[in-house]
């Protein structure tokens, strides 16, 4: 097996599971994935929910103050990002679909680890140029942040600084996927209207062209 280094941990894929290495005790750990693990460039970051830990720990320092960094920062790197998509798939700004969003993010968040659980699935309510509906079930950030045992109430806080858009928590901050999908069209808007961590069974994720 081959072992990557990422700071402090080394990790790897052996026999369908996820090893991680702890170079100053020589512990390992395992996390059972599949078989496409091989293709996510971050899986140990987000696997082990140690990017949860980090935010959480910024904003009980920080407070408001790193919320407001946090996405002042994702949404200027969104709305960047977004326009060079649209450049690649010879699009111009503000023509493209709820359908272009999700067939856009889609590939990036496979790439990125997620759904490459059992219990994590994408399920598609409706798909179309207007609306695309899905509901995420076993969302892989809430199922890592609780394998760190972060509490409901506090993952919850790391849904309102990463995934719920400024209307779903009353903020003037955009998400990355707000900035993102206002790139491709101002209409298109983004909201989060359940999430796991409010006690529900599935996220409910709507991206929809607004008149």
């Known amino acids: 097996m081959e072992w990557i280094k990422d700071g402090k941990f080394m990790h790897g894929i052996k026999d369908g599971k996820l090893i991680i290495k702890v170079q100053s005790t020589g512990e390992e750990f395992s996390i059972p994935v599949s078989k496409d693990t091989d293709k996510v460039i971050n899986v140990f970051w987000r696997k082990t929910g140690m990017e949860g830990l980090f935010h959480l720990a910024a904003l009980k320092k920080w407070g ?3 919320f407001t960094f946090f996405r002042t920062f ?4 969104a709305k960047q990002l977004a326009k ?5 798939k010879g699009l111009k700004e503000g023509e493209a679909t709820a359908r272009t969003f999700f067939e856009l993010a889609l590939p990036q968040l496979e790439l990125e680890g997620f759904f490459l659980l059992p219990e994590e699935k994408l399920e598609v309510i409706e798909l179309s140029d207007k609306k695309v509906h899905v509901r995420v079930w076993g969302c892989p950030l809430y199922e890592a942040w609780k394998r760190a045992g972060i509490k409901d109430d506090e993952c919850l806080e790391l849904c309102k600084l990463q995934c719920l858009s400024s209307k779903d928590i009353g903020s003037e901050l955009e998400n990355w996927d707000e900035a993102f999908a206002r790139v491709l069209n101002p209409k298109l808007q983004y909201r989060v209207y359940k999430c ?3 006690g529900s069974e599935y996220c409910e994720i709507v991206q929809e062209i607004i008149e």
């Open 84 to 88: 060079e998509f649209m450049k690649a």
């Open 196 to 198: 796991l961590p409010q």
């Open 64 to 66: 408001r103050e790193y």
């Open 74 to 77: 994702y949404s200027r790197a």
